[in-house]
């Protein structure tokens, strides 16, 4: 789909750009919210995002891609959730434990992944990588998992590539004790 021309059709409130743009972006936003909260919240947090989306679309400059615009929405609606539970102190249990958007299979390029998908299932290693913090979880989600650009994700979260950069390599190195805490070893393969 051209960029473009969808952007064009959302200004224009266009039925067939609203239901592109869903059928394109839900499950892959759907899979970022999730493992960032971790929670069940992932239709109400879409459901934000679209609202949102249709509500400022025509604020939306193009200075970045479309996707990295989604993307930001979402994580700052889930960066909203999360600082209004450390006010209230919620503790929220996921109860559902196979949904769509848990059920994902990492591309090729993956590299965290590509490591230990022989060795482990995708169950117990998204197990693992759920004892992550949100940050270190969203920055594997989405570059190792999802394979995005460090510069889209650089847009996503609002910080330099550099400090992506950093902090993704703190991130992997904490999932690799992580792992290695569950007995995965680079040398037991």
Avoid at 104 to 118: G, H, I, L
Wanted: a neutral charge; charged letters at 35%.
């Amino acid at each position: 789909m051209n960029e473009e021309r969808l952007v064009k059709g959302l200004k224009k409130k266009q039925m067939w750009a609203y239901e592109t743009l869903y059928n394109e972006y839900a499950p892959r936003l759907g899979s970022v919210i999730k493992s960032y909260l971790g929670t069940d919240d992932v239709e109400d947090v879409l459901q934000e995002t679209f609202i949102k989306v249709y509500k400022n679309i025509r604020k939306f400059r193009g200075d970045s891609k479309l996707s990295t615009w989604l993307y930001r929405i979402a994580v700052n609606i889930c960066k909203d959730i999360i600082a209004k539970r450390a006010k209230k102190k919620e503790y929220l249990t996921d109860f559902q434990e196979n949904d769509d958007y848990a059920t994902f299979e990492p591309p090729a390029s993956t590299n965290v992944f590509k490591e230990v998908m022989d060795e482990l299932s995708l169950e117990e290693l998204m197990k693992v990588v759920e004892k992550l913090a949100e940050d270190d979880r969203l920055l594997i989600r989405l570059r190792d998992i999802d394979g995005m650009s460090y510069e889209d994700i650089a847009g996503i979260i609002d910080k330099p590539v550099g400090t992506v950069k950093s902090r993704l390599h703190y991130a992997r190195k904490r999932l690799k004790e992580l792992l290695e805490e569950v007995g995965y070893s680079e040398h037991s393969r």
